[in-house]
């Protein structure tokens, strides 16, 4: 039992948690129940869930406010959670990953749907296979420890962000387009929108900080990595 993930579902229609908990019961997880934010609060405070399934209309915070807060701790901060909601157009989509979501499903939704996104943000929140050091103008990543700097400033970057990084700089200079990335990064892009990599891409640069110039957007085509960005990428010579 310790080896099925634990799912939060944060949902006040019972009839809608109890089908989404009984679908995930039957398919190796275990599924947890808050109806509100001050009850997902107190579960999460008893324990931390594998991932969250997340309303984002909810009696009392909206489930906006939770991911945003959560973000932001440092003890749930990558906890992979997946926003549930009426509100399906783009503008909303777009809150809802800025927000710190790593995925967005608009209600009605297929179980069968739900579970394949699920399995598809765990298997992108699973630690990274351990590789050589890559170093590129200044930029380093190590994937066997995790860790990330800049000109040896470390630098604080989410799972998914760090894996976008990975690749980017395992191909650097290559074009990628949209629809590459989600296939080479997220894996199932089938049930990813392509909006998706421009939201992480902008997180992305924001963690850089300097060196997020690095991450060039290239006008009808994609993203790429590059030593020489358009924008220089400038060391901080305050000694000067």
Same mark, same amino acid.
């Not at 999460?44 to 931390?48: K, S, Y």
């Not at 790593?102 to 929140?125: G, W």
């Not at 190590?142 to 998914?160: N, Y």
């Given at each position: 039992m310790r080896n099925m993930p634990a799912v939060l579902i944060v949902e006040d229609e019972s009839a809608i948690a109890e089908l989404i908990a009984v679908n995930l019961r039957h398919n190796g997880f275990r599924p947890r129940w808050a109806m509100d934010s001050d009850s997902a609060q107190r579960e999460?405070?008893?324990?931390?869930p594998d991932l969250?399934?997340? =309303?984002w209309m909810?009696?009392?915070? *909206?489930?906006?406010? #939770?991911?945003? !807060?959560? $973000?932001?701790?440092? &003890?749930?901060?990558d906890i992979p959670i997946i926003m549930l909601t009426a509100r399906g157009d783009e503008a909303d989509r777009v809150a809802g990953l800025d927000a710190g979501a790593? =995925?967005?499903?608009?209600?009605?939704? *297929?179980?069968?749907? #739900?579970?394949? !996104?699920? $399995?598809?943000?765990? &298997?992108?929140?699973a630690p990274e296979d351990a590789g050589e050091l890559i170093a590129i103008a200044g930029l380093s990543l190590?994937?066997?420890?995790?860790?990330?700097?800049?000109?040896?400033?470390?630098?604080?970057?989410?799972?998914?962000e760090?894996?976008?990084?990975?690749?980017?700089?395992?191909?650097?200079?290559?074009?990628?387009?949209?629809a590459q990335l989600l296939d080479k990064v997220w894996g199932d892009h089938v049930y990813i929108e392509e909006r998706t990599v421009d939201v992480h891409v902008k997180r992305l640069r924001e963690a850089?900080?300097?060196?997020?110039?690095?991450?060039?957007?290239?006008r009808g085509a994609g993203y790429r990595l590059t030593a020489k960005p358009a924008v220089a990428v400038v060391a901080d010579k305050a000694s000067a």
């Open positions: 999460i405070d008893a324990g931390l969250i399934l997340l =309303d909810l009696p009392g915070e *909206s489930g906006l406010t #939770l991911a945003k !807060r959560w $973000r932001t701790d440092p &003890r749930t901060k790593d =995925d967005y499903i608009a209600k009605p939704f *297929s179980t069968k749907e #739900l579970l394949a !996104r699920v $399995r598809a943000v765990l &298997r992108r929140r190590d994937p066997a420890t995790h860790r990330v700097s800049f000109q040896e400033q470390a630098l604080k970057l989410g799972p998914t760090f894996k976008l990084l990975h690749y980017l700089m395992g191909h650097a200079e290559r074009v990628h387009s949209r850089l900080a300097q060196a997020g110039a690095m991450v060039e957007t290239v």
